[in-house]
């Protein structure tokens, strides 16, 4: 650790060649709010299928090698810009996005941070405005999910497909998920009606004579899987939301859409929609409030690990390994288990 008091650990993307080229520094200079800014002394990070995409430099919009990689984290408000609105108190706790967030401090906008759930921990807290936010927003705001509707749901062991899970499953819907072979007892125990791998080769067969046909699919993972949705999709009514490309983007034409398929397709980034519709938002965090009161949304139970573990976990997920969410916690240093703080 420095003993310098401005400087500290992050993990800094050297280049686009993936996990392998992300490196522990110890001497990165401690970030300054800049205007409307907190400073966050970070308590737990988020790992996020996007940090791959953005370590391969292929995350539209995101940051340039080298860099400061991570951008979700929760953790302990320590110092404010000047010009912060009504700011919280020094030693309030939140959630959020921001650059460099595989670090002991990063800085987040104050008008993007969420004050924990009333108990929960840091660690407990990620996945808030990611994960949660996402699926739900698939789900509700755009997938319109009605009880008895057939909702397909790709990597249903991960972080946003755990989430997906337990809220179609809450809100009435038969849940057909896809997940790796040695994931499915957990998908299952989350509620699921049927698990399948989505490697198999009869996916929209099998899916077709499970259910007739989907009413909405939650796509995650593009190339690998796009036409399988297209064909279980019910037509004219079915809905497909895009919301990742883990295997790379699927092409599809107005052909497809004019002469063999008729699904809606819908894309949805949690962040550009939050922006573009801010009252909408607004609606699904006050849901994601309620659901938290009832319990349907429970304390997160992330896997930790120390920030140096950072580059094997990104390279886990890379390859499918993980399962359900996992973070960094930058103030331990080997077996970080518990809980931190
Ligand atoms: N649109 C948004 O605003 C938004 C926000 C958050 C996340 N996302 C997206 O949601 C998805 C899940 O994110 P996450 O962070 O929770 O990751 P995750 O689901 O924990 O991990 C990704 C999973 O995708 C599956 N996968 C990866 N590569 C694949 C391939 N080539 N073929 C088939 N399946 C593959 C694997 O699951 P199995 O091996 O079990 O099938 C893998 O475990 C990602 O696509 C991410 O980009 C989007």
New binding site residues.
């Given amino acids: 650790m420095s003993t310098d008091e401005q400087l500290m650990q992050a993990l800094v993307q050297q280049s686009h060649q993936g996990p392998r080229d992300l490196t522990l520094t110890t001497n990165q200079p401690r970030p300054v709010p800049g205007p409307g800014e907190y400073l966050i002394r970070v308590g737990a990070a988020g790992v ?3 940090d791959v ?1 953005q370590s391969r430099g292929v995350y539209e919009g995101g940051p340039q090698a080298p860099y400061a990689a991570g951008f979700e984290a929760s953790g302990e408000i320590v110092a404010a810009a000047p010009d912060v609105d009504s700011p919280l108190p020094l030693g309030t706790h939140v959630v959020g996005v921001g650059a460099g967030a595989f670090a002991q401090y990063m800085t987040m906008h104050s008008a993007g941070v969420l004050p924990l759930p009333s108990g929960w921990s840091d660690a407990e807290s990620l996945g808030l405005v ?2 949660w936010a ?1 699926a739900l927003a698939a789900l509700r705001s755009m997938g319109e999910i009605k009880p008895g509707q057939a909702v397909l749901v ?2 249903a ?5 755990q989430a997906a899970v337990r809220l179609a499953r809450h809100y009435g819907a038969r849940v057909i998920a ?3 072979p040695t ?1 499915h007892a957990t998908v299952k125990a989350l509620g699921a009606d049927e698990v399948l791998d ?2 198999r080769p009869d996916l929209a067969e099998e899916i077709l004579r499970l259910t007739g046909g989907v009413d909405l699919v939650l796509e ?2 593009g190339e ?2 796009f036409g399988a949705s297209m064909t279980v999709a019910k037509p004219f009514t079915g809905r497909i939301i895009i ?5 790379g983007h699927a092409e599809f034409s107005t052909r497809d859409l004019l002469f063999t398929h008729y699904a809606q397709v819908r894309g ?4 550009k929609w939050a922006a573009a519709a801010p009252a909408a938002f607004k609606e699904l965090l006050v849901e994601l409030d309620a659901l938290i009161d009832q319990g349907v949304y429970p304390p997160g139970t992330p896997q930790i690990h120390p920030l140096a573990l950072g580059p094997d976990v990104l390279r886990q ?1 890379e390859e ?1 390994r ?1 399962s359900g969410k996992h973070a960094l916690d930058p103030w331990c240093w080997t077996s970080c288990s518990d809980v931190p703080e």
């Fill in positions: 996020n299928f996007a995409m990611l994960n996402t790709y990597a062991a991960g972080g946003v497909g896809t997940a790796s994931k989505s490697r995650s993972v690998a899987t919301l990742g490309a883990a295997s949805l980034h949690i962040f997920l499918g993980t």
